[in-house]
């Protein structure tokens, strides 16, 4: 069994103190070694018991204190000792700095590598767990961030780092004027896109699309205020614009039938993708939930899904019943056996298909959008603006006309109640507006 002894060595050169030497054993093999920082004068010290002579004149205080820490770091050492599964393997340096851990344990304290912006905003991206398409969406401010961050080194300051704590409405600032310029950047900074590259090169971005970046942004900045990572929170001082549309346009019930009975025998691929237009402007689904629509959400006589944007708050099931033409539609590829309901092209490759389903039709009246770059209204052919979101627009747009009711149109197209996008289909119920005219009369 390991015991220890505790016991002093006198100096010729220190003749009035001695430090108090500690030696452990365990039988004749294991004899460790371990000088304390305790001090005795050596006439004071009791040899055989191991401590202060009981018939000095001491202070009581002092001497219970001594006694107490000799007894102390013999207790230390045999608890070091006997925790240790190599026991051979122990020297009297390993043991002094065991002791030196638990006496001063400030001294191996490592300080964690203070996390990153970066790294924080990946945190925040797996502890919200947010679905798949706004992970993406979020990626995209991201990788905008790093090229900023980047552009900033080159054009600013070298050492320029975003930092959760130093981010400033200046620097908002500054960041949504990279936004703004940056597909002019490509050519003069190749490097950077070279770092943090995109499957496209950047396009002019619309102060909408800026707007919607500046928001997720902040709610991320709102998170790590809530979580404890940083007080610093500039959007307090930095105004995000409000976003500005335009008049929804949208087809008419009579032009949805025109382009489902115009002949495309001659272009069999393009006559499905005309099939899929049509199907989704009688659910008036979003693009993302048309492309993960399966025979699996026909229920009853009715399409049933959740939409992708309710996932990630409160989930709510849209059910929208199928008429003639879409049951019609469905019925066609019956025999279809890809996952998905209908045989689907990549999204770019389906809204380029809709404009050239458009002019077969022969749709080439001219509508009001608003230049996401200007913020003008200007006059552009149907056909040349068409895409899928045009099929959403003309379920709600034509529902509304014939019930007038926002939240049961709502409830069919997935809308929140309450929701700014519905409310824009208001603006363009001119039969309504001309009804309520009437009353007056």
């Not at 002949?263 to 659910?283: E, G, K, T, W, Y």
């Not at 996008?421 to 309504?432: C, Q, S, W």
Request: with cysteine; hydrophobic share 35%; glycine share 4%.
């Amino acid at each position: 069994m390991a015991s220890v002894t505790a016991f002093i060595r006198v100096s010729k050169k220190r003749i009035e103190r001695a430090t108090v030497r500690f030696r452990l054993r365990d039988g004749r093999s294991i004899q460790l070694f371990h000088a304390s920082e305790l001090e005795v004068n050596p006439s004071d010290w009791d040899a055989t018991r191991q401590e202060i002579k009981a018939k000095v004149l001491y202070d009581a205080e002092k001497r219970a204190a001594f006694n107490k820490a000799v007894a102390d770091r013999k207790n230390m050492m045999l608890e070091i000792y006997n925790a240790v599964s190599d026991k051979e393997g122990l020297t009297s340096e390993l043991l002094d700095q065991e002791i030196d851990k638990r006496l001063h344990p400030d001294r191996y304290i490592v300080e964690q590598p203070r996390q990153t912006f970066f790294e924080a905003y990946e945190e925040f991206i797996e502890k919200r767990k947010l679905s798949d398409w706004r992970v993406r969406a979020i990626q995209v401010v991201i990788r905008a961030l790093k090229r900023y961050e980047l552009y900033a080194r080159r054009t600013v300051d070298r050492r320029f780092t975003l930092d959760l704590d130093t981010v400033t409405p200046q620097v908002l600032g500054d960041f949504e004027e990279f936004l703004r310029n940056e597909h002019t950047f490509c050519e003069q900074y190749p490097e950077i896109y070279e770092a943090v590259p995109e499957s496209r090169t950047p396009q002019p971005r619309g102060q909408n699309t800026i707007n919607g970046i500046l928001t997720k942004l902040r709610t991320f900045f709102i998170w790590a205020n809530d979580v404890g990572k940083t007080t610093n929170n500039p959007f307090r001082n930095h105004h995000i614009e409000e976003c500005v549309y335009g008049t929804p346009y949208y087809i008419s019930i009579d032009e949805r039938n025109k382009i489902y009975r115009t002949n495309l025998s001659r272009h069999p691929q393009l006559a499905v993708q005309r099939d899929v237009f049509v199907f989704q402007c009688l659910i008036g689904c979003r693009v993302g939930d048309l492309y993960k629509l399966t025979r699996e959400n026909i229920i009853d006589g009715a399409v049933e899904y959740i939409p992708r944007k309710t996932k990630d708050g409160h989930p709510v099931t849209v059910r929208v019943p199928l008429n003639a033409i879409a049951r019609e539609i469905l019925a066609k590829y019956a025999d279809y056996a890809g996952p998905p309901l209908f045989p689907l092209m990549a999204e770019q490759q389906y809204n380029k298909a809709i404009k050239r389903i458009f002019l077969a039709a022969g749709l080439k009246r001219s509508v009001t959008i608003l230049n996401p770059l200007t913020r003008e209204g200007e006059q552009r052919p149907i056909w040349e603006v068409a895409s899928s979101h045009l099929a959403r627009r003309a379920f709600v747009g034509n529902l509304y006309k014939q019930v007038k009711d926002p939240n049961l149109v709502g409830a069919l197209s997935g809308h929140k109640e309450g929701s700014k996008a519905f409310a824009r289909y208001r603006e363009i119920d001119e039969e309504m507006k001309n009804e309520l005219v009437k009353m007056l009369e």
